[in-house]
């Protein structure tokens, strides 16, 4: 298997597992384990592979990343009761999977059109929409609107590998540091609440004070 086979297989079966963690924190039965792993694990390959114009999507030409979903969602229902914390342990896969899937998307991104801004961009949407269907469909705080940061470390991530790759350093070394990078971001965004400055809104104004 090559190295972007394992990347995105890697990827999808870590994002598989949150979806997995976040239908156990909901007491889902195991079809709900399946759909929310399925839709975890694939979403974000799916929205990249359209964007990009690549039909049929991923799964549906290689169905073992469904399989995939599968198995790792009936072993999280067997299972997610071992951990003291599903929620810690769900944002610390995220961020694995997050780490893995920028790159990834990066990776496909840029053989596909050979441009760095697309590549860029199909990196942080992979490594972050699976993730963010996953809290809207299991109604679980989310990822995108929590303080810390999130899809600037996929994008982070993105930049570097496309960077390091434009400079020609091999595939290995390139995926290994957009990954680091990535997951560095995130880990200690998670770690010490590093966050990006938000927007001070002022009060709004009433529909009558406007007209």
Known sequence: ????????????????????????RKDLDVI??????????IGGGTLRDLVLGTVPVFWVRDPGYVLVCAF???LVF???HLFESRYRLLIWLDAIGLSA???MG?????????????????????ATFGGILRDIIAGEPSVLL??????TAALAGACVFTAATAFGLPLLAASVLGAATAFAIRGGALRFGWSIPRYNSRPGRSPEDVL
């Open 32 to 41: 709900g384990f399946l759909f929310l792993a399925a839709v975890t694990g």
């Open 146 to 151: 929590r303080p810390e940061i999130y899809v």
């Open 78 to 80: 067997f299972t997610a």
């Open 101 to 103: 899937y920028c790159v």
């Open 106 to 126: 990066a990776a496909k991104g840029l053989a596909a059109t050979g441009s760095p801004t697309v590549a860029i961009v199909t990196g942080t949407l992979t």
């Open 72 to 74: 790792v969602g009936v």
């Open 1 to 24: 298997m090559t190295l972007l086979g394992f990347l995105d297989y890697a990827g999808v079966a870590v994002f598989a597992a949150t979806g997995a963690l976040s239908a156990s």
